[in-house]
């Protein structure tokens, strides 16, 4: 199975940005790409998706105008550029992968390959 290592994470005051990036082999960066989060004692939930060729769906609506999702296929890294950050986007932010699949989804089950999750934290 693939590999995804995630890294930008860290503490940010709110109103701040911070961009994540998610690195992973040619393989498992071959599909849909997305971005999850998962804040202490909840469950996890979608944020953003990104098709090989670059096709958002609608993003969550608690990130809808904040957050971007890009990908860069030179570099088999996908991003998520996070903007006006609140304290309510606390979490562990995971990066997700279906290898050869097309099709975004914002369901969990659908991606077969995480990465280790990045923390997140946005003090007010």
């Known amino acids: 199975q693939g590999q995804l290592v995630e890294s930008g994470g860290g503490l940010v005051q709110a109103g701040g940005s911070l961009k994540l990036s998610c690195a992973a082999s040619?393989?498992?960066?071959?599909?849909?790409m997305a971005w999850f989060r998962q804040a202490s004692g909840q469950e996890r939930e979608f944020v953003a998706a990104?098709?090989?060729?670059?096709?958002?769906?609608p993003y969550a609506d608690t990130v809808k105008g904040r957050f971007t999702i890009s990908r860069d296929n030179a570099k088999n890294t996908v991003y998520l550029q996070m903007n006006s950050l609140k304290p309510a986007d606390t979490a562990v932010y995971y990066c997700a992968a279906r290898p050869y699949s097309r099709i975004t989804s914002s369901l969990p089950t659908a991606y077969n390959t995480w990465g280790q999750g990045t923390q997140v934290t946005v003090s007010s």
């Open positions: 990104i098709s090989p060729t670059g096709i958002t769906p």
């Open positions: 040619e393989d498992t960066f071959s599909g849909a």
